[in-house]
């Protein structure tokens, strides 16, 4: 149980577009999402908290009108990064939290998705 | 915030016993995390501490110390498989409920 997918697991796109992300919790609901950026060699970052029918909340850093988070529905949760830059070529990694699960805190991670701009 | 320190880079042969360590500063203790990530691939949950003490998993374990703001993962047995990254997070506090990670420490097993 508790199985979160991504997709696409990669995409490559010319400076300028925009690319959009899914996540999506298979077996369990979960009100938040999150989501991290990984740059090469280095740690998780924290991006902003998906919340089911309301605005994200977004680190400090991290421009909300570039990375537009979208949480329609209990299983879903999508980020868009608009006119991506080279700079924004990262591994986007998306987790969410099972309110059900036995762990509190426990966040269960998708698989990721590179993204690289050309 | 929160800060989290880890050793950069460790090295330990197959067969042998590694402790990799990880100290915090947080504001509010909501338990302590231990993930593994391969390259390339998203980090899977290893354990989670909240009471001090030592937890065993298998060839896995991991302890806590809140008192000195101390964790270490404990390996033991060593597989060529458990080359990869370890990562140690806490919840990042502040209302939220993401993870502030540590920048991971890469583990190397040599033959």
């Known amino acids: 149980g508790a199985v979160v997918s991504q997709h696409p697991s990669w995409v490559i796109c010319k400076s300028g577009t925009s690319v959009k992300i899914e996540c999506r919790s298979l077996?369990?609901?979960?009100?938040?999402m999150f989501w991290y950026r990984q740059f090469p060699k280095q740690s998780l970052m924290l991006m902003a908290t998906s919340n089911e029918g309301s605005k994200a909340t977004y680190e400090q850093g991290v421009e909300k009108d570039k990375f537009l988070i979208n949480h329609a529905s209990l299983t879903l949760s999508t980020l868009t990064v608009t006119s991506a830059h080279p700079e924004d070529s990262s591994f986007y990694i998306c987790?969410?939290?099972?309110?059900?699960?036995?762990?509190?805190?426990?966040?269960?991670f998708g698989p990721g998705t590179r993204l690289t701009v050309l | 915030g929160q800060n989290i320190d880890q050793p950069t880079e460790m090295t330990a042969t197959e067969g042998a016993i590694v402790q990799i360590n990880c100290t915090y500063q947080?504001?509010?203790?909501?338990?302590l995390f231990w993930y593994q990530q391969h390259a390339g691939e998203a980090p899977t949950f290893l354990s989670y501490n909240v009471l001090d003490g030592l937890e065993e998993k298998g060839r896995f374990s991991s302890f806590l110390s809140r008192s000195k703001g101390y964790s270490y993962l404990l390996l033991k047995e060593l597989q060529m498989k458990d080359s990869a990254s370890y990562l140690c997070a806490v919840p990042s506090g502040g209302g939220a409920d993401g993870l502030t990670f540590g920048k991971g420490t890469h583990l190397i097993i040599q033959p």
């Open positions: 947080t504001s509010g203790f909501n338990g």
């Open positions: 077996d369990f609901q979960a009100t938040t």
């Open positions: 987790s969410a939290r099972d309110l059900a699960g036995e762990v509190m805190y426990e966040q269960f």
